[in-house]
Protein backbone atom coordinates (compact mmCIF):
# COMPACT_ATOMS: atom_id res chain seq x y z
CA UNK A 1 0.00 0.00 0.00
CA UNK A 2 2.98 2.54 1.26
CA UNK A 3 4.40 1.40 -2.44
CA UNK A 4 1.41 1.99 -4.86
CA UNK A 5 1.51 6.13 -3.74
CA UNK A 6 5.10 6.30 -3.49
CA UNK A 7 5.51 4.74 -6.95
CA UNK A 8 3.12 7.38 -8.01
CA UNK A 9 5.30 9.99 -6.72
CA UNK A 10 8.47 9.11 -8.32
CA UNK A 11 7.18 7.86 -11.53
CA UNK A 12 5.18 11.64 -11.53
CA UNK A 13 8.51 13.58 -11.10
CA UNK A 14 10.45 10.97 -13.70
CA UNK A 15 7.46 11.76 -16.28
CA UNK A 16 7.30 15.10 -15.65
CA UNK A 17 11.23 15.75 -15.86
CA UNK A 18 11.21 17.37 -12.49
CA UNK A 19 12.19 20.55 -11.20
CA UNK A 20 10.41 23.20 -9.64
CA UNK A 21 13.15 25.99 -11.25
CA UNK A 22 12.04 27.21 -14.59
CA UNK A 23 14.28 30.11 -15.93
CA UNK A 24 13.72 32.19 -19.10
CA UNK A 25 17.60 32.51 -20.08
CA UNK A 26 18.83 33.99 -23.28
CA UNK A 27 19.27 30.97 -25.15
CA UNK A 28 18.48 28.54 -28.20
CA UNK A 29 19.31 25.22 -29.21
CA UNK A 30 20.63 26.18 -32.28
CA UNK A 31 23.93 23.70 -32.42
CA UNK A 32 26.93 26.03 -33.73
CA UNK A 33 26.22 28.68 -31.51
CA UNK A 34 25.21 26.34 -28.76
CA UNK A 35 28.90 24.66 -29.37
CA UNK A 36 30.00 27.84 -28.98
CA UNK A 37 29.31 28.13 -25.28
CA UNK A 38 26.03 29.76 -26.09
CA UNK A 39 27.55 33.33 -27.95
CA UNK A 40 25.47 34.37 -31.39
CA UNK A 41 25.00 38.12 -31.31
CA UNK A 42 28.09 38.78 -33.26
CA UNK A 43 28.13 35.72 -35.40
CA UNK A 44 27.43 36.30 -39.17
CA UNK A 45 25.42 33.24 -39.77
CA UNK A 46 22.07 33.53 -41.38
CA UNK A 47 20.33 30.79 -39.86
CA UNK A 48 21.40 31.78 -36.63
CA UNK A 49 19.87 35.56 -37.17
CA UNK A 50 15.98 35.45 -36.16
CA UNK A 51 17.25 34.03 -32.59
CA UNK A 52 20.08 35.58 -31.68
CA UNK A 53 20.07 39.44 -33.70
CA UNK A 54 18.31 40.19 -37.11
CA UNK A 55 20.68 42.60 -38.11
CA UNK A 56 22.77 39.57 -38.93
CA UNK A 57 21.18 39.53 -42.03
CA UNK A 58 23.11 42.18 -43.72
CA UNK A 59 26.28 41.43 -42.47
CA UNK A 60 26.80 37.72 -43.75
CA UNK A 61 29.38 36.79 -46.49
CA UNK A 62 28.85 38.01 -49.61
CA UNK A 63 28.47 34.67 -51.21
CA UNK A 64 25.30 33.64 -48.95
CA UNK A 65 21.82 34.17 -51.04
CA UNK A 66 19.82 31.60 -49.29
CA UNK A 67 19.67 29.88 -45.44
CA UNK A 68 17.72 27.32 -44.79
CA UNK A 69 17.50 24.89 -41.34
CA UNK A 70 15.07 22.47 -40.79
CA UNK A 71 14.49 20.98 -38.26
CA UNK A 72 16.77 22.61 -35.54
CA UNK A 73 16.16 20.29 -32.55
CA UNK A 74 18.05 20.01 -28.59
CA UNK A 75 17.10 18.81 -25.30
CA UNK A 76 18.49 19.63 -22.07
CA UNK A 77 18.24 17.88 -18.49
CA UNK A 78 19.37 19.66 -15.18
CA UNK A 79 20.05 17.73 -11.97
CA UNK A 80 21.24 19.91 -9.48
CA UNK A 81 20.98 17.95 -6.40
CA UNK A 82 21.76 14.80 -7.66
CA UNK A 83 17.53 13.45 -7.87
CA UNK A 84 18.19 10.62 -10.35
CA UNK A 85 21.18 9.12 -7.73
CA UNK A 86 19.16 9.86 -5.06
CA UNK A 87 16.50 7.86 -6.53
CA UNK A 88 18.74 5.13 -7.83
CA UNK A 89 19.92 4.33 -4.05
CA UNK A 90 16.48 4.44 -2.98
CA UNK A 91 14.79 1.69 -5.04
CA UNK A 92 18.27 -0.52 -4.69
CA UNK A 93 16.96 -0.15 -1.07
CA UNK A 94 13.74 -1.57 -1.17
CA UNK A 95 12.34 0.23 1.68
CA UNK A 96 8.75 0.44 0.73
CA UNK A 97 8.68 -3.84 0.11
CA UNK A 98 10.22 -4.05 3.21
CA UNK A 99 7.84 -2.41 5.32
CA UNK A 100 4.75 -3.76 3.42
CA UNK A 101 5.87 -7.29 4.22
CA UNK A 102 6.89 -6.17 8.47
CA UNK A 103 3.05 -4.69 8.05
CA UNK A 104 1.70 -7.99 6.48
CA UNK A 105 3.58 -10.18 8.88
CA UNK A 106 2.29 -8.15 11.67
CA UNK A 107 -0.79 -8.44 10.85
CA UNK A 108 -0.74 -12.41 10.48
CA UNK A 109 0.98 -12.86 13.78
CA UNK A 110 0.75 -10.17 16.46
CA UNK A 111 3.77 -10.42 18.14
CA UNK A 112 6.60 -7.93 19.54
CA UNK A 113 9.27 -9.11 17.26
CA UNK A 114 6.71 -8.01 13.86
CA UNK A 115 5.44 -4.85 15.95
CA UNK A 116 9.22 -3.78 16.09
CA UNK A 117 10.13 -5.16 12.66
CA UNK A 118 7.10 -2.11 11.40
CA UNK A 119 8.26 0.53 13.79
CA UNK A 120 11.72 -0.09 12.46
CA UNK A 121 11.22 -0.06 8.52
CA UNK A 122 8.82 3.28 9.00
CA UNK A 123 11.34 4.91 10.77
CA UNK A 124 13.95 3.45 7.63
CA UNK A 125 11.82 4.50 4.90
CA UNK A 126 10.94 8.08 6.21
CA UNK A 127 14.87 8.76 7.02
CA UNK A 128 15.00 7.38 2.85
CA UNK A 129 12.19 9.75 1.82
CA UNK A 130 14.52 12.79 3.48
CA UNK A 131 16.72 12.34 0.64
CA UNK A 132 14.65 12.47 -2.47
CA UNK A 133 12.68 15.68 -1.13
CA UNK A 134 13.32 19.12 -2.61
CA UNK A 135 16.04 17.74 -5.17
CA UNK A 136 14.44 19.68 -8.79
CA UNK A 137 15.46 18.30 -12.13
CA UNK A 138 14.33 19.81 -14.60
CA UNK A 139 13.83 19.28 -18.79
CA UNK A 140 13.86 21.35 -21.77
CA UNK A 141 12.76 20.50 -25.23
CA UNK A 142 13.12 22.77 -28.04
CA UNK A 143 12.71 22.71 -32.34
CA UNK A 144 12.82 25.50 -34.53
CA UNK A 145 12.97 25.96 -38.73
CA UNK A 146 14.31 29.16 -40.78
CA UNK A 147 14.51 30.37 -43.88
CA UNK A 148 16.26 33.22 -45.17
CA UNK A 149 17.43 35.23 -47.42
CA UNK A 150 20.30 37.46 -46.35
CA UNK A 151 21.91 40.19 -48.07
CA UNK A 152 24.41 43.71 -47.73
CA UNK A 153 21.11 45.63 -49.17
CA UNK A 154 18.06 44.08 -47.28
CA UNK A 155 17.83 40.84 -45.69
CA UNK A 156 14.47 38.71 -44.10
CA UNK A 157 14.17 35.37 -42.60
CA UNK A 158 11.29 33.64 -41.39
CA UNK A 159 11.32 31.39 -38.67
CA UNK A 160 9.02 29.41 -36.08
CA UNK A 161 10.15 28.44 -32.86
CA UNK A 162 8.97 26.13 -29.46
CA UNK A 163 11.01 26.14 -26.61
CA UNK A 164 9.23 24.29 -23.56
CA UNK A 165 10.66 23.39 -19.90
CA UNK A 166 8.97 21.70 -17.01
CA UNK A 167 10.02 20.04 -14.17
CA UNK A 168 8.71 19.27 -10.21
CA UNK A 169 10.47 18.47 -6.87
CA UNK A 170 9.01 15.84 -4.20
CA UNK A 171 7.13 17.64 -1.39
CA UNK A 172 7.98 15.49 1.31
CA UNK A 173 5.29 16.19 4.18
CA UNK A 174 5.28 13.30 5.90
CA UNK A 175 7.52 13.02 8.35
CA UNK A 176 5.55 13.61 11.85
CA UNK A 177 2.99 11.14 10.61
CA UNK A 178 5.53 8.72 10.05
CA UNK A 179 7.40 9.50 13.11
CA UNK A 180 3.77 9.33 15.20
CA UNK A 181 3.18 6.14 13.69
CA UNK A 182 6.32 4.65 15.40
CA UNK A 183 5.42 6.38 18.56
CA UNK A 184 2.31 4.64 18.31
CA UNK A 185 3.66 1.42 17.73
CA UNK A 186 6.24 1.72 20.52
CA UNK A 187 3.02 2.24 22.61
CA UNK A 188 0.84 -0.67 20.95
CA UNK A 189 4.31 -2.93 21.96
CA UNK A 190 4.42 -1.94 25.43
CA UNK A 191 0.68 -3.02 26.40
CA UNK A 192 1.81 -5.96 24.11
CA UNK A 193 4.83 -6.89 26.29
CA UNK A 194 4.11 -5.38 29.56
CA UNK A 195 0.29 -5.49 30.16
CA UNK A 196 -0.58 -8.62 28.08
CA UNK A 197 2.63 -10.70 28.66
CA UNK A 198 3.65 -10.91 25.06
CA UNK A 199 0.20 -11.95 23.54
CA UNK A 200 -3.03 -9.88 23.11
CA UNK A 201 -5.32 -12.59 24.11
CA UNK A 202 -3.64 -13.14 27.23
CA UNK A 203 -7.47 -13.06 29.79
CA UNK A 204 -5.46 -11.02 32.32
CA UNK A 205 -7.15 -7.76 33.74
CA UNK A 206 -4.14 -5.55 32.83
CA UNK A 207 -4.45 -6.70 29.23
CA UNK A 208 -8.23 -6.31 29.46
CA UNK A 209 -7.28 -2.52 30.13
CA UNK A 210 -4.02 -2.44 28.25
CA UNK A 211 -6.55 -2.94 25.08
CA UNK A 212 -9.24 -0.66 26.43
CA UNK A 213 -6.57 2.12 26.66
CA UNK A 214 -5.80 1.26 23.56
CA UNK A 215 -9.07 1.03 21.72
CA UNK A 216 -10.07 4.82 23.15
CA UNK A 217 -6.74 6.66 22.61
CA UNK A 218 -7.81 8.70 19.09
CA UNK A 219 -4.19 8.92 17.67
CA UNK A 220 -3.80 4.73 18.13
CA UNK A 221 -7.24 4.69 16.49
CA UNK A 222 -5.20 6.63 13.11
CA UNK A 223 -3.15 3.66 12.54
CA UNK A 224 -4.58 0.55 14.49
CA UNK A 225 -7.77 -0.97 14.91
CA UNK A 226 -8.03 -2.48 17.97
CA UNK A 227 -10.74 -5.03 18.18
CA UNK A 228 -12.46 -6.90 21.39
CA UNK A 229 -15.75 -8.11 20.19
CA UNK A 230 -14.30 -12.04 21.04
CA UNK A 231 -12.82 -10.92 24.49
CA UNK A 232 -10.74 -14.35 24.07
CA UNK A 233 -9.13 -13.41 20.92
CA UNK A 234 -9.04 -9.81 20.77
CA UNK A 235 -6.56 -7.99 17.85
CA UNK A 236 -4.72 -5.49 17.07
CA UNK A 237 -4.07 -4.81 13.33
CA UNK A 238 -2.42 -2.17 11.62
CA UNK A 239 -5.05 0.14 9.07
CA UNK A 240 -2.08 2.55 7.77
CA UNK A 241 -2.79 2.99 4.15
CA UNK A 242 -0.89 5.74 2.32
CA UNK A 243 -3.64 5.66 0.15
CA UNK A 244 -5.38 8.10 2.45
CA UNK A 245 -2.37 8.85 4.87
CA UNK A 246 0.12 10.44 3.60
CA UNK A 247 0.32 13.87 2.69
CA UNK A 248 3.37 14.35 0.25
CA UNK A 249 3.11 15.87 -3.34
CA UNK A 250 5.28 16.31 -6.62
CA UNK A 251 4.82 20.08 -7.37
CA UNK A 252 5.32 20.34 -11.08
CA UNK A 253 5.27 23.70 -13.38
CA UNK A 254 6.27 24.32 -16.78
CA UNK A 255 6.44 26.94 -19.64
CA UNK A 256 5.79 26.60 -23.06
CA UNK A 257 6.74 29.49 -25.39
CA UNK A 258 6.12 29.33 -29.18
CA UNK A 259 7.03 31.90 -31.50
CA UNK A 260 6.74 33.03 -35.28
CA UNK A 261 8.17 35.91 -36.61
CA UNK A 262 10.03 37.57 -39.72
CA UNK A 263 13.27 39.04 -39.02
CA UNK A 264 14.05 42.22 -41.35
CA UNK A 265 17.43 43.91 -41.63
CA UNK A 266 18.46 47.02 -43.40
CA UNK A 267 22.37 47.89 -44.19
CA UNK A 268 23.61 51.75 -43.70
CA UNK A 269 26.56 53.13 -44.90
CA UNK A 270 29.19 51.99 -46.85
CA UNK A 271 32.51 49.65 -46.76
CA UNK A 272 33.93 50.33 -43.15
CA UNK A 273 31.29 52.76 -42.03
CA UNK A 274 28.28 50.34 -42.97
CA UNK A 275 26.25 48.90 -40.23
CA UNK A 276 23.19 46.42 -40.02
CA UNK A 277 19.83 47.62 -38.11
CA UNK A 278 17.39 44.84 -37.91
CA UNK A 279 14.12 44.28 -36.29
CA UNK A 280 11.69 41.16 -35.70
CA UNK A 281 8.30 41.61 -35.31
CA UNK A 282 6.94 38.04 -33.92
CA UNK A 283 3.41 36.57 -32.46
CA UNK A 284 4.13 34.81 -29.28
CA UNK A 285 2.32 32.31 -26.94
CA UNK A 286 2.48 31.39 -23.96
CA UNK A 287 1.46 28.42 -21.91
CA UNK A 288 2.00 27.88 -18.17
CA UNK A 289 1.37 24.90 -16.26
CA UNK A 290 0.91 24.74 -12.39
CA UNK A 291 0.18 21.18 -10.95
CA UNK A 292 0.76 19.52 -7.27
CA UNK A 293 0.50 15.78 -7.80
CA UNK A 294 -0.51 14.66 -4.39
CA UNK A 295 0.29 10.90 -3.79
CA UNK A 296 -3.54 9.54 -3.40
CA UNK A 297 -5.28 11.06 -7.04
CA UNK A 298 -2.61 12.65 -8.86
CA UNK A 299 -0.90 11.76 -11.68
CA UNK A 300 1.18 13.65 -13.84
CA UNK A 301 -0.97 14.04 -16.98
CA UNK A 302 -3.53 15.99 -15.39
CA UNK A 303 -0.58 18.64 -15.02
CA UNK A 304 -1.52 19.69 -18.98
CA UNK A 305 -5.30 20.07 -18.18
CA UNK A 306 -7.17 23.20 -18.32
CA UNK A 307 -7.91 23.58 -14.61
CA UNK A 308 -3.98 24.01 -14.25
CA UNK A 309 -2.89 25.72 -17.38
CA UNK A 310 -3.39 29.49 -18.44
CA UNK A 311 -2.77 30.22 -22.05
CA UNK A 312 -1.67 33.57 -23.51
CA UNK A 313 -1.14 35.41 -26.72
CA UNK A 314 0.16 38.55 -28.43
CA UNK A 315 2.78 40.61 -29.95
CA UNK A 316 6.38 41.12 -29.55
CA UNK A 317 9.69 42.56 -31.65
CA UNK A 318 13.30 42.46 -31.14
CA UNK A 319 15.41 44.66 -32.38
CA UNK A 320 19.44 44.63 -32.90
CA UNK A 321 22.30 46.33 -34.03
CA UNK A 322 25.60 44.67 -36.21
CA UNK A 323 29.20 45.97 -37.62
CA UNK A 324 31.42 44.78 -39.79
CA UNK A 325 35.42 46.34 -39.09
CA UNK A 326 38.39 45.53 -41.12
CA UNK A 327 40.14 42.05 -40.61
CA UNK A 328 37.28 40.06 -39.84
CA UNK A 329 35.99 42.05 -36.47
CA UNK A 330 32.20 42.36 -35.60
CA UNK A 331 30.04 43.63 -33.01
CA UNK A 332 26.64 43.12 -32.51
CA UNK A 333 24.11 44.33 -30.09
CA UNK A 334 20.52 43.24 -29.29
CA UNK A 335 17.22 44.00 -27.24
CA UNK A 336 15.09 40.73 -27.14
CA UNK A 337 11.36 40.46 -26.42
CA UNK A 338 10.86 44.64 -25.85
CA UNK A 339 7.72 44.53 -24.92
CA UNK A 340 7.89 43.35 -21.12
CA UNK A 341 4.78 41.35 -19.85
CA UNK A 342 3.44 39.63 -16.61
CA UNK A 343 2.07 36.37 -17.26
CA UNK A 344 0.11 34.51 -14.43
CA UNK A 345 0.14 30.91 -13.44
CA UNK A 346 -3.05 29.16 -12.81
CA UNK A 347 -4.58 26.67 -10.93
CA UNK A 348 -7.96 25.31 -9.45
CA UNK A 349 -7.58 25.42 -5.60
CA UNK A 350 -6.32 22.78 -3.18
CA UNK A 351 -9.33 20.05 -3.22
CA UNK A 352 -11.44 21.67 -5.40
CA UNK A 353 -13.25 19.65 -7.54
CA UNK A 354 -12.93 19.62 -11.09
CA UNK A 355 -13.74 23.32 -13.52
CA UNK A 356 -13.56 25.38 -10.77
CA UNK A 357 -12.51 29.21 -11.14
CA UNK A 358 -8.79 28.98 -11.09
CA UNK A 359 -6.84 31.22 -8.76
CA UNK A 360 -3.34 32.93 -9.64
CA UNK A 361 -0.40 30.88 -7.85
CA UNK A 362 2.58 33.00 -9.20
CA UNK A 363 3.76 35.13 -11.86
CA UNK A 364 6.34 34.98 -14.47
CA UNK A 365 8.10 38.18 -16.06
CA UNK A 366 8.91 38.42 -19.39
CA UNK A 367 11.06 41.69 -19.29
CA UNK A 368 13.58 42.82 -22.12
CA UNK A 369 16.93 40.98 -22.54
CA UNK A 370 19.84 42.94 -24.04
CA UNK A 371 23.12 41.65 -25.22
CA UNK A 372 26.46 42.25 -27.03
CA UNK A 373 28.91 40.48 -28.65
CA UNK A 374 32.12 40.28 -30.66
CA UNK A 375 33.00 38.00 -32.88
CA UNK A 376 36.41 37.52 -35.59
CA UNK A 377 36.10 35.72 -38.53
CA UNK A 378 39.07 34.47 -40.37
CA UNK A 379 38.96 32.11 -43.70
CA UNK A 380 39.53 29.13 -41.19
CA UNK A 381 38.14 29.96 -37.50
CA UNK A 382 35.79 31.90 -35.78
CA UNK A 383 35.97 33.21 -32.47
CA UNK A 384 32.76 34.89 -30.70
CA UNK A 385 31.93 36.03 -27.05
CA UNK A 386 28.66 37.09 -26.10
CA UNK A 387 27.42 39.05 -22.50
CA UNK A 388 24.19 39.27 -21.24
CA UNK A 389 23.86 43.09 -20.24
CA UNK A 390 20.74 42.19 -18.34
CA UNK A 391 19.92 39.25 -15.42
CA UNK A 392 16.80 37.09 -16.51
CA UNK A 393 14.41 36.31 -14.29
CA UNK A 394 13.22 32.86 -13.39
CA UNK A 395 10.07 31.21 -13.81
CA UNK A 396 9.87 29.03 -10.34
CA UNK A 397 12.82 29.03 -7.92
CA UNK A 398 15.97 28.70 -9.82
CA UNK A 399 18.29 31.33 -9.36
CA UNK A 400 18.48 34.54 -12.01
CA UNK A 401 20.44 34.42 -15.24
CA UNK A 402 22.80 36.31 -16.77
CA UNK A 403 25.74 34.68 -19.32
CA UNK A 404 28.90 35.38 -20.46
CA UNK A 405 29.39 33.08 -23.78
CA UNK A 406 32.82 32.52 -25.34
CA UNK A 407 33.66 29.81 -28.50
CA UNK A 408 35.53 29.10 -31.19
CA UNK A 409 35.43 27.34 -34.49
CA UNK A 410 37.78 25.62 -36.92
CA UNK A 411 36.42 25.93 -40.80
CA UNK A 412 38.78 22.22 -41.68
CA UNK A 413 36.72 22.88 -45.28
CA UNK A 414 34.18 20.03 -44.84
CA UNK A 415 34.38 19.64 -40.84
CA UNK A 416 33.70 22.27 -38.51
CA UNK A 417 35.15 21.87 -34.86
CA UNK A 418 33.53 23.60 -32.35
CA UNK A 419 34.32 24.73 -28.63
CA UNK A 420 32.88 26.74 -25.69
CA UNK A 421 31.85 27.83 -22.39
CA UNK A 422 29.20 29.32 -20.95
CA UNK A 423 29.94 30.54 -17.06
CA UNK A 424 26.28 31.77 -15.45
CA UNK A 425 27.44 34.66 -13.61
CA UNK A 426 24.20 34.17 -10.70
CA UNK A 427 24.73 30.69 -10.75
CA UNK A 428 27.93 29.16 -11.33
CA UNK A 429 26.46 26.17 -10.85
CA UNK A 430 24.74 26.20 -14.10
CA UNK A 431 28.15 27.02 -15.93
CA UNK A 432 28.54 24.17 -18.96
CA UNK A 433 31.25 23.73 -21.52
CA UNK A 434 30.07 22.10 -24.82
CA UNK A 435 31.98 20.80 -27.95
CA UNK A 436 30.17 20.63 -31.33
CA UNK A 437 30.87 19.51 -35.09
CA UNK A 438 29.71 20.19 -38.31
CA UNK A 439 29.71 17.98 -41.05
CA UNK A 440 28.25 19.38 -44.64
CA UNK A 441 24.72 20.37 -43.74
CA UNK A 442 24.71 18.20 -40.57
CA UNK A 443 25.38 19.90 -36.98
CA UNK A 444 25.35 18.47 -33.80
CA UNK A 445 26.70 19.55 -30.80
CA UNK A 446 26.76 17.96 -26.52
CA UNK A 447 27.45 20.56 -23.75
CA UNK A 448 27.37 19.79 -20.28
CA UNK A 449 28.70 19.68 -16.27
CA UNK A 450 28.26 17.61 -13.75
CA UNK A 451 24.87 18.33 -12.92
CA UNK A 452 23.39 19.53 -16.93
CA UNK A 453 23.42 17.87 -20.04
CA UNK A 454 21.83 18.94 -23.15
CA UNK A 455 22.07 18.15 -26.73
CA UNK A 456 20.94 19.59 -30.09
CA UNK A 457 21.49 19.19 -33.89
CA UNK A 458 20.04 20.88 -37.36
CA UNK A 459 20.19 20.19 -40.70
CA UNK A 460 20.74 23.23 -42.61
CA UNK A 461 21.90 24.45 -46.38
CA UNK A 462 23.45 28.02 -46.89
CA UNK A 463 24.00 28.58 -50.38
Known sequence: MVQKSWKIIVTSALLAGSCTALALPFNSFDPRSMAMGGAGVAVGDAKMAPFFNPALLTVTSEKDDFSLALPIIGVRAYDPKKF??????FQKGNYVNNLD??????????????LSAVSSNISTLSTQFTTLSDKPI??????????GVPSKSFGGAFYANGWGAVGGVIKYRDNQLLQDFVNVST???NTLNVDCAGSFTTPTVQCANGLTALQ?????????QVNTTNPASPTVTSTFNSNTNLQSSV???????????LALSREFGTDTNAWGLGITPKIMRVTLM???????????????NSDYTAKYSGANFDLGLAK??????????????????????????????????QITSGTIKLKPQARIGASRTTNWSTLAMDLDLTANDPAGLENKSQYLAFGGELDLWLIQLRLGYRANLKDSARNVTSVGLGLGPVDVTVAGSSNEVGVAASLGFTF
Open 138 to 147: QGELGAAMVI
Open 101 to 114: SSITAYNAAQTSAN
Open 251 to 261: DIRGVVLSEVG
Open 324 to 357: NYGNGWRTGFVIKNVIPHNYDFKRIASGAPAGSA
Open 187 to 189: QVA
Open 290 to 304: DYSADVNSGKAKNAS
Open 84 to 89: VTSLDD
Open 216 to 224: NDPVVASYF
